[in-house]
T-cell receptor, first 110, second 112 residues
Framework: GQSLEQPSEVTAVEGAIVQINCTYQTSGFYGLSWYQQHDGGAPTFLSYNALDGLEETGRFSSFLSRSDSYGYLLLQELQMKDSASYFC???????????FGKGTMLLVSP | SQTIHQWPATLVQPVGSPLSLECTVEGTSNPNLYWYRQAAGRGLQLLFYSVGIGQISSEVPQNLSASRPQDRQFILSSKKLLLSDSGFYLCACKGQGDDEQYFGPGTRLTVT
């Protein structure tokens, strides 16, 4: 089976940089995704890594190390609207499904 | 890009009553479709997924069922709801060749 670990909560101030880590254990691995979910809303896709390295999309970047079964989401120039829950999710070869972590609640303060 | 419709947005049902939640997708053909449930303050639990019409895979045995009568229609049902069925139900879609899943707005179900 698959299991993912990420911190339950992270706090930061506006303008800062924050990193949300995710470690995973899977019987196979195809890629690591990140989703953002605001309170009461649906998850929205942020990024996807299938290969080692850093993927950058505006203020958000995502990193993957397959050998370490580890990834992180980096949020720069934090804004109040970034306060949300962030989920990492793994997909495995031969399947069309994602297994999600329990989520990290990011609280951005002024 | 895909658009996912779910209704109703909120629902309050008594224990033992039936349930039918519908999800429809626009903007893609032959997508993979998914039903997730999210309890308050928790992660997403995959309930069912479908790779084609009439093809349903269940991830968690329970009193829920799913059907896919048309390519872009996915239905979640129950004959008799339990209190533990309360939660936020999300339909998701993944196009062929895509890496990401897109989520619908969700249905918040409260079983009383």
């Amino acid at each position: 089976g698959q299991s993912l670990e990420q911190p339950s909560e992270v706090t930061a101030v506006e303008g800062a940089i924050v990193q949300i880590n995710c470690t995973y254990q899977t019987s196979g691995f195809y890629g690591l995704s990140w989703y953002q979910q605001h309170d009461g809303g649906a998850p929205t896709f942020l990024s996807y890594n299938a290969l080692d390295g850093l993927e950058e999309t505006g203020r958000f970047s995502s990193f993957l190390s397959r050998s370490d079964s580890y990834g992180y989401l980096l949020l720069q120039e934090l804004q109040m609207k970034d306060s949300a829950s962030y989920f990492c999710a793994v997909s495995t070869p031969g399947y069309s499904t994602l297994t999600f972590g329990k989520g990290t609640m990011l609280l951005v303060s002024p | 890009s895909q658009t996912i419709h779910q209704w109703p947005a909120t629902l309050v049902q008594p224990v033992g009553s039936p349930l039918s939640l519908e999800c429809t997708v626009e903007g893609t053909s032959n997508p993979n479709l998914y039903w997730y449930r999210q309890a308050a303050g928790r992660g997403l639990q995959l309930l069912f997924y479908s790779v084609g019409i009439g093809q349903i895979s269940s991830e968690v045995p329970q009193n829920l069922s799913a059907s896919r009568p048309q390519d872009r229609q996915f239905i979640l049902s129950s004959k008799k709801l339990l209190l533990s069925d309360s939660g936020f139900y999300l339909c998701a879609c993944k196009g062929q060749g895509d890496d990401e899943q897109y989520f619908g707005p969700g249905t918040r179900l409260t079983v009383t």
